[in-house]
């Protein structure tokens, strides 16, 4: 088909469906009549009537009644068939007849639009020519009587009428009278006086003879042998079954109709097939293609592999031949196995659209394609229904995980445990086999568990595992029992994940496990704060995050929860400046922020806290890390200062310079107790019973006496005792009274942890009596 006849036809307002079939000879030789090439549109009848000046049509048609020039036969060559609603050209015999003794310049208009040649179409070029060359075929009728271009027609001895041979005809092609043979429809227009006058002018398409008036044409119809091709029907399919199951897949079912919509031929069915292709569809061909002209085939099992099955079907037992006005009708089923899911939608969506090949009785293709989806490998004879989508749902993992003992307690100070941790894969075999992701106990590390039961291991379908992990588990008798839970999670082809934890309690000391060093406060020893709330230890936490380098998508996180100090992930500074809630983190990459506090405690105590950080990858799983980490406090000495007045009334002045409050717990001359008892000596007795130095009283000395700690204000202690003298010593030997020795006057304090510390004081008291 000429590429400008696609060009020319939409001014004709007609249907052009993609494929169209315009048949025509293989060649073309013009015997006799005018050969317009691909510019066979004119201007019809009456249009061309009105283009001579002062000619005029009030009902805006000519009446057309003589009969003077008729087409009597037309007999296609080389072509069969048309189809209606479409421009066909083909080569054919014409038989031109006058009814009159001569005629000049017969001119016929075929319309190419269902308007006549005689009704005035506002200029519009819808009609074709068919326009004889004077006396070319060689007829004795076939004649040139005014000399002009134009093909003149004469009655002889021999007859009334010659046929045009191998004439080029361009038609619409319709069956009006439902026949089944196409109607050829023409007005005539001739000049019934002998001048020249006719020519053929391309350029406005105004070639041959208009009537002389109104009423001298002639139009008529009648059939011509071309088949009408039948139109291609609406192919109808219905899904009357769940258009929904879950994986692995189930049974669809389907109907499937088209009526014929023509009374006259027969359709034949060439093809019918289901064409099934998973959502998006991305190009031609489809997926998969079932065969409905072929009997069905047995519900696939376990070991098939996934596809769409044919398991129940009524079409190939149907006639292929439709007969005018039957109905084709059908039913079939097919059973869409599908074991391995979309990993993001966690679905396969199936489209589903029959394909029914189609042919007349000529075996020419009916139907173009023009109802078939792009995806479809479809051309000529090609008819498709709708689309119809059905699905395949996501059916999770599961996975079942049992711990048990060998023991359910063990006397202080402890004991071994052995326990058994048995997995089995429950998950369905379409989800099978899984892969091992995490195998964790929350106190004891079983990550080298033995056999299969480690992480990265694959279990089939009910397939069954089993480690052991013995541990020492130590503590005091009547301590809490300790619980720990084992758990396990599995992932399956999809990249769905399940999981089953079990616990085992033993009734021995509950001990905190260890998790991992990503979180390190410096220092993580330091000293005591005692018993002054301004005294404060400043420790820097730093913590690490590591994103797993063997994963592909970027983390973001929503929490750093410290058991201690809340929530952080705003003041977590990655890099000093980005917030980590803020932070994108890439595979691989490990990022770290300082924070600080300030702690108090006493000697022995341990600052323990516990830091979650969880967040979410790129595909929105969670993701989750735990720290831990220690501060210790350490033990401080108390300290103090010892102040000894050796006078008659000896006060002694005890301070504390510690950070902790002491008790007084001795005072001893000579290792003797002064608290306690009076100490005598060579010439002078010591005792405790307070004394008035400077106008000032000074209690006795208190054993036990509070002294709180530096700086507190209560932090000195005055106390005093009473040296006597013996009177009526007659010679005169100096008193001396020499307490320089390291055990001579000995002051003794405790703290709270009966921490004992010591002083001495070194005194010289020289009298000469």
Same mark, same amino acid.
């Given at each position: 088909?000429?590429?400008?006849?696609?060009?020319?036809?939409?001014?004709?307002?007609?249907?052009?469906?993609?494929?169209?079939?315009?048949?025509?000879?293989?060649?073309?030789?013009?015997?006799?009549?005018?050969?317009?090439?691909?510019?066979?549109?004119?201007?019809?009848?009456?249009?061309?009537?009105?283009? &001579?000046?002062?000619?005029?049509?009030?009902?805006?048609?000519?009446? +057309?009644?003589?009969?003077?020039?008729?087409?009597?036969?037309?007999?296609?060559?080389?072509?069969?068939?048309?189809?209606?609603? =479409?421009?066909? #050209?083909?080569?054919?015999?014409?038989?031109?007849?006058?009814?009159?003794?001569?005629?000049?310049?017969?001119?016929?208009?075929?319309?190419?639009?269902?308007?006549?040649? =005689?009704?005035?179409?506002?200029?519009?070029?819808?009609?074709?020519?068919?326009?004889? @060359?004077?006396?070319?075929?060689?007829?004795?009728?076939?004649?040139?009587?005014?000399?002009?271009?134009?093909?003149?027609?004469?009655?002889?001895?021999?007859?009334?009428?010659?046929?045009?041979?191998?004439?080029?005809?361009?038609?619409?092609?319709?069956?009006?009278? !439902?026949?089944?043979?196409?109607?050829?429809?023409?007005?005539?227009?001739?000049?019934?006086?002998?001048?020249?006058?006719?020519?053929?002018?391309?350029?406005?398409?105004?070639?041959?003879?208009?009537?002389?008036?109104?009423?001298?044409?002639? +139009?008529?119809?009648?059939?011509?042998?071309?088949?009408?091709?039948?139109?291609?029907?609406?192919?109808? @399919?219905?899904?009357?079954?769940?258009?929904?199951?879950? $994986?692995?897949?189930?049974?669809?079912?389907?109907?499937?109709?088209?009526?014929?919509?023509?009374?006259?031929?027969?359709?034949?069915?060439? *093809?019918?097939?289901?064409?099934?292709?998973?959502?998006?569809?991305?190009?031609?061909?489809?997926?998969?293609?079932?065969?409905?002209?072929?009997?069905?085939?047995?519900?696939?099992? =376990?070991?098939?592999?996934?596809?769409?099955?044919?398991?129940?079907?009524?079409?190939?037992?149907?006639?292929?031949?439709?007969?005018?006005?039957?109905?084709?009708?059908?039913?079939?089923?097919?059973?869409?196995?599908?074991?391995?899911?979309?990993?993001?939608? &966690?679905?396969?969506?199936?489209?589903?659209?029959?394909? /029914?090949?189609?042919?007349? @009785?000529?075996? $020419?293709?009916?139907?173009?394609?023009?109802? +078939?989806?792009?995806?479809?490998?479809? %051309?000529?004879?090609?008819?498709?229904?709708?689309?119809?989508?059905?699905?395949?749902?996501?059916?999770?993992? #599961?996975?079942?995980?049992?711990? !048990?003992?060998?023991?359910?307690?063990?006397?202080?100070?402890?004991?071994?445990?052995?326990?058994?941790?048995?997995?089995?894969?429950?998950?369905?075999?379409?989800?099978?086999?899984?892969?091992?992701?995490?195998?964790?106990?929350?106190?004891?590390?079983?990550?080298?568990?033995?056999?299969?039961?480690?992480?990265?291991?694959?279990?089939?379908?009910?397939?069954?595992?089993?480690?052991?992990?013995?541990?020492?588990?130590?503590?005091?008798?009547?301590?809490?029992?300790?619980?720990?839970?084992?758990?396990?999670?599995?992932?399956?082809?999809?990249?769905?994940?399940?999981?089953?934890?079990?616990?085992?309690?033993?009734?021995?000391?509950? /001990?905190?496990?260890?998790?991992?060093?990503? @979180?390190?406060?410096?220092?993580?020893?330091?000293?005591?704060?005692?018993?002054?709330?301004?005294?404060?230890?400043?420790?820097?936490?730093?913590?690490?995050?590591?994103?797993?380098?063997s994963g592909v998508d970027t983390v973001t996180f929503s929490s750093l929860l410290d058991d201690k100090f809340g929530e952080l992930v705003d003041e977590c500074l990655v890099g000093g400046s980005t917030k980590l809630s803020e932070y994108v983190a890439d595979p691989g990459e490990m990022l770290s922020c300082v924070i600080s506090r300030d702690l108090q405690g006493s000697a022995g105590d341990s600052h323990v806290n516990i830091a979650n950080v969880k967040g979410v990858d790129a595909d929105g799983q969670m993701v989750m890390a735990v720290a831990t980490e220690t501060v210790n406090f350490t033990d401080v000495m108390p300290t103090l200062e010892l102040a000894f007045a050796p006078r008659i009334v000896v006060v002694l002045q005890i301070k504390n310079t510690s950070i902790e409050n002491v008790k007084l717990s001795g005072l001893t001359l000579f290792s003797q107790n002064?608290? $306690?008892?009076? /100490?005598?000596?060579?010439?002078?007795?010591?005792?405790?019973? %307070?004394?008035?130095?400077?106008?000032?009283?000074?209690?006795?000395? $208190?054993?036990?006496?509070?002294?709180?700690?530096?700086? #507190?204000?209560?932090?000195?202690?005055? +106390?005093?005792?009473?040296?006597?003298?013996?009177? %009526?010593?007659?010679?005169?030997?100096?008193?001396?009274?020499?307490?320089?020795?390291?055990?001579?006057?000995?002051?003794?304090?405790?703290?709270?942890?009966?921490?004992?510390? *010591?002083?001495?004081?070194?005194?010289?008291?020289?009298?000469?009596?």
């Amino acid at each position: 088909m000429n590429n400008s006849l696609l060009q020319h036809l939409p001014r004709h307002g007609a249907v052009i469906a993609l494929g169209m079939f315009l048949y025509a000879s293989p060649s073309h030789t013009q015997a006799a009549g005018w050969d317009f090439g691909d510019d066979y549109e004119r201007r019809c009848m009456a249009d061309a009537y009105l283009l &001579k000046p002062g000619n005029s049509l009030p009902q805006n048609q000519l009446n +057309c009644t003589a009969n003077d020039v008729e087409i009597t036969n037309v007999v296609p060559v080389g072509i069969s068939e048309c189809t209606p609603g =479409q421009i066909v #050209s083909f080569d054919a015999d014409v038989t031109i007849r006058t009814n009159a003794k001569e005629r000049y310049d017969t001119t016929f208009y075929l319309p190419l639009t269902p308007e006549s040649p =005689q009704v005035v179409q506002g200029g519009a070029e819808n009609c074709s020519l068919i326009l004889p @060359k004077p006396g070319d075929s060689g007829a004795d009728q076939d004649v040139n009587i005014d000399g002009d271009e134009c093909g003149d027609i004469i009655k002889t001895n021999t007859g009334d009428q010659y046929v045009l041979v191998n004439e080029r005809i361009n038609m619409l092609c319709v069956d009006n009278d !439902e026949d089944g043979r196409a109607d050829f429809s023409y007005c005539a227009a001739w000049d019934n006086i002998e001048r020249s006058n006719c020519t053929v002018d391309d350029s406005n398409f105004s070639s041959g003879q208009i009537p002389n008036t109104k009423s001298k044409c002639n +139009c008529d119809t009648f059939n011509i042998d071309l088949f009408i091709r039948p139109n291609p029907p609406a192919i109808n @399919k219905q899904v009357v079954s769940a258009t929904s199951v879950s $994986e692995p897949g189930g049974k669809f079912d389907y109907t499937l109709s088209f009526t014929n919509p023509s009374t006259a031929s027969s359709l034949f069915v060439t *093809s019918l097939i289901d064409e099934v292709s998973v959502v998006p569809v991305s190009s031609a061909p489809a997926d998969y293609s079932v065969n409905l002209l072929l009997p069905p085939v047995s519900t696939p099992t =376990q070991s098939d592999p996934d596809g769409v099955y044919l398991v129940a079907n009524t079409c190939h037992t149907q006639p292929t031949e439709v007969v005018p006005s039957a109905t084709f009708s059908c039913a079939f089923s097919v059973y869409v196995k599908d074991i391995d899911l979309d990993n993001t939608t &966690k679905t396969e969506v199936y489209r589903d659209v029959v394909n /029914v090949g189609l042919a007349d @009785k000529n075996n $020419e293709p009916v139907g173009d394609g023009s109802t +078939c989806p792009t995806w479809l490998s479809s %051309g000529d004879g090609s008819n498709c229904s709708g689309p119809i989508d059905v699905t395949i749902t996501n059916v999770m993992p #599961s996975v079942n995980l049992l711990k !048990e003992g060998d023991v359910a307690a063990v006397t202080e100070p402890g004991g071994p445990v052995t326990y058994t941790v048995t997995i089995t894969n429950t998950s369905s075999y379409f989800d099978s086999p899984v892969s091992i992701d995490s195998l964790s106990d929350n106190l004891f590390d079983i990550s080298s568990g033995t056999g299969t039961c480690t992480t990265g291991a694959t279990l089939n379908a009910g397939e069954q595992v089993v480690c052991t992990y013995t541990t020492n588990l130590i503590g005091n008798f009547g301590d809490a029992a300790i619980v720990n839970e084992a758990s396990i999670t599995i992932s399956d082809n999809e990249g769905d994940t399940a999981s089953s934890s079990n616990t085992h309690a033993v009734a021995i000391l509950d /001990v905190p496990s260890s998790i991992s060093l990503t @979180k390190l406060a410096t220092p993580n020893s330091v000293p005591e704060t005692g018993d002054d709330p301004s005294v404060v230890r400043a420790i820097d936490y730093t913590f690490t995050i590591t994103v797993n380098s063997s994963g592909v998508d970027t983390v973001t996180f929503s929490s750093l929860l410290d058991d201690k100090f809340g929530e952080l992930v705003d003041e977590c500074l990655v890099g000093g400046s980005t917030k980590l809630s803020e932070y994108v983190a890439d595979p691989g990459e490990m990022l770290s922020c300082v924070i600080s506090r300030d702690l108090q405690g006493s000697a022995g105590d341990s600052h323990v806290n516990i830091a979650n950080v969880k967040g979410v990858d790129a595909d929105g799983q969670m993701v989750m890390a735990v720290a831990t980490e220690t501060v210790n406090f350490t033990d401080v000495m108390p300290t103090l200062e010892l102040a000894f007045a050796p006078r008659i009334v000896v006060v002694l002045q005890i301070k504390n310079t510690s950070i902790e409050n002491v008790k007084l717990s001795g005072l001893t001359l000579f290792s003797q107790n002064v608290l $306690e008892d009076d /100490v005598v000596d060579d010439g002078f007795t010591f005792r405790n019973v %307070g004394g008035t130095y400077n106008e000032v009283f000074y209690p006795a000395c $208190e054993l036990n006496k509070d002294i709180e700690y530096a700086g #507190s204000g209560n932090d000195t202690y005055l +106390c005093a005792f009473v040296v006597d003298f013996e009177a %009526g010593l007659d010679d005169v030997t100096a008193v001396n009274f020499n307490a320089n020795a390291g055990d001579a006057v000995v002051v003794s304090v405790k703290d709270d942890q009966d921490n004992t510390v *010591s002083g001495n004081v070194s005194v010289q008291l020289v009298t000469q009596e």
